[in-house]
DNA sequence: TAGAGCATGTGGTCCAACCACATCAAGTAC
DNA sequence: GTACTTGATGTGGTTGGACCACATGCTCTA
């Protein structure tokens, strides 16, 4: 039998040696989702280099929402592979919001660009959009701010998902998560919350109703709305000076 | 003087309490681009946790494109915190597409969708345009496949950056760098790299021209028709069969 | 048979040591 | 005096070993 052992590596650092071996078996196939890891000490033995390293990559790949670690023994321990790209853009973004290279305004507005064209792109038929109503349905129901806030994270991605892009639907998310904490923020330069929960139950059923009706146009320039009126509404002035010229 | 150590944290492991204080120095302001974050064994120290954490935490954040760790002595060493927005958006998606949870038709799709309404934003007259022109002047003088694709990457950003909008120049980007791999591979399917060479030159002053004329409609349309129009010729088959329902 | 308790294997954490590298300052040769 | 050599210093990079907490499953016992 052949040794894994991979040396000569001067150019890379050893837990991005682990990483590419990893990377080229999830691409290779032989690590799906749901897949496990080997052992970290299992690994590392196998490869060549030190636990610490393969931890480190492990940690990189957790990150990036693509293993999650269990301790303890059974189905839930051990490092699975799994597929949460909505995590990893998500804390990116956060990072780098927080360091003041992303602006905040960017951030709205490319929700605005996304959630617009997946109301656009929905079909009337689309399943997520019954998970929307049902979301919709239980915003009635009078509940604290956070609640309502946490429904309509997923009222929102129910939309997105129907438009049928993963991508377009990991990046909504990951976008929404990245101002999560600014957003929650504004609700306290409300004015009256009940009115503005109110107003936004109401754009959120004509949001749903245009797309049952295959009013794909109509429902974007409702979301766009949507979206920039609440962020308008508690604070967040736009950056561009020229509104006409937004699509 | 008191202490930064931190303790009682049964809930989450040692190295995301790095991670979130080094946050919380970022939100603050104390830790800014071009700042340096203490020596491993510095903070270490000040947090109370042995350094394997503080480097697990730095992994992490350097997988995040949010700092830069460099050995030695000198401006050059240490680890500074740096904002690439890019890299780890980049990162993260070319790992997923490797899981085949985000289908690289869709990769294509969003791209579409960002660099259309980058070109339909664009400013005729915004700085970008310039340098972009100058990377259509070097396209035009015979380049290896390479080469080209290489000033190819360069042109598109550069357009997207002309919309100013980081987020959307960011994600652009990343995408871009997420099928880079899976593009190169398509040219081998390409009749004739010449042949296309011209015409993707073509469709670039076109594009160009269409938004220093200020016609961001027709931009858009061009540029949309122009990343699809590759990655059909390379091969790509379309996942969505009503290309009507298209923006 | 039902329960308690141990064996096993997982990730989580820490420590101590060593290496490679880049800079800078002191010393040395000319 | 100038130019070069040489060592000291401080940085991240890597390793091996040790121990812990945890979850499961087996085994022994009452």
Redesign the pocket.
Known sequence: MWSNHIKY??L??????VLRWIEDQLSGGQLAVGG?????????EQL??????V??A??VL?AMGVVR???????????VVISDPTAALGSALRLHVATQHLPVEDVVETRVLLESWAAARARPDAPELDLAGALLDDMDEGHAVDDFLALDVRFHLALADAAGNAVVSAMMGSLREAIQGYAGQLTANLPDWDVTASRLRAEHREILAAIRKDDGGRAAELVAAHIRGYYKEAGLGPKDSDPARLP
């Open positions: 590596h001067g890379m650092r050893t837990h991005q040696l496990r890891l080997p052992a970290e000490r299992t690994l590392a060549g280099v030190s636990r610490t390293s931890r480190e492990i940690r957790e670690a269990g301790v303890g023994s059974g189905p839930e321990a051990g490092t």
